[in-house]
């Protein structure tokens, strides 16, 4: 078994290192204000392209869970109703359980596409596994 182990520990040091965004994935925080009626993620842009998702999508995503529907003000989303910051990070924190880390390595090097109406398939950069998600 010890050589075995060396040998791939031998493989794996020459293998090149491949472009990732690093080891631990840090979760986004929505910078979340409420003002009147409504509830501005003022960071959402941020928060989508750190996750490499198409706003749109994350967007759906929230207005669903959340069960409040919003828009886009340029980089920011403004959800129709007054929203915590704890429900607006749950949410987040679930969409990138189900749709960005990956279900084998855990990475978050993960492309989306959708392949039927309610289902998206998930593949991962880093380590090829391929995963499907039910919307
Ligand atoms: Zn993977």
Redesign the pocket.
Known sequence: MDDYDSLLNDLYSKLPKKKTSGERFELPVADVAVVGAKTTIRNFDAICSHLRRDPKEVAKYLFKELAIPGAFEGNRLVLQGRVGPKPINDRIASYVKDRVL??????P??DLAQVERNVYALK??????KSSVRA
């Open positions: 990956c279900k084998e390595c855990g990475r090097d993960t991962c950069q880093a380590c090829g596994a």
